[in-house]
């Protein structure tokens, strides 16, 4: 079974960092893309970011790029979410997620991570 453990939320300032992790086990994940979601109060869960695992080709949604950068570690099965000049809209629970799809779509999510909270104040 699947499992993707997700650590690195906390409360921070506009303009700071924060470095979420997820722990992925259970499987191999050779031909999978391993990606971040966020979700804010009243909105959809929305795309950030993915990786292939294979080869660490990476993938942002528009609202991130620049700003944030995701990375892998093969060896501990562990993917990486740096978020630089965090803003207020940032605010949500990110959620770790994989699938053998290269889609940025919520309903080809195969397994979902529990979300960590991420809260920027201004």
């Known amino acids: 079974q699947v499992q993707l453990v997700e650590s690195g939320g906390g409360l921070v300032q506009a303009g700071g960092s924060l470095r979420l992790s997820c722990a992925a086990s259970g499987r191999t994940f050779s031909n999978y893309y391993m990606g971040w979601f966020r979700q804010a109060p009243g909105k959809e869960r929305e795309f950030v970011a993915k990786i292939q695992w294979s080869d660490g080709s990476p993938a942002y949604a528009d609202s991130v790029k620049g700003r944030f950068t995701i990375s892998r570690d093969n060896a501990k099965n562990t993917v990486f979410l740096q978020m630089n000049s965090l803003r207020p809209e940032d605010t949500a629970v990110y959620y770790c997620?994989?699938?053998?799809?290269?889609?940025?779509?919520?309903?080809?999510?195969?397994?979902w991570g529990q979300g960590t909270q991420v809260t920027v104040s201004s």
């Open positions: 997620a994989n699938s053998r799809l290269q889609s940025t779509r919520v309903e080809h999510v195969e397994n």
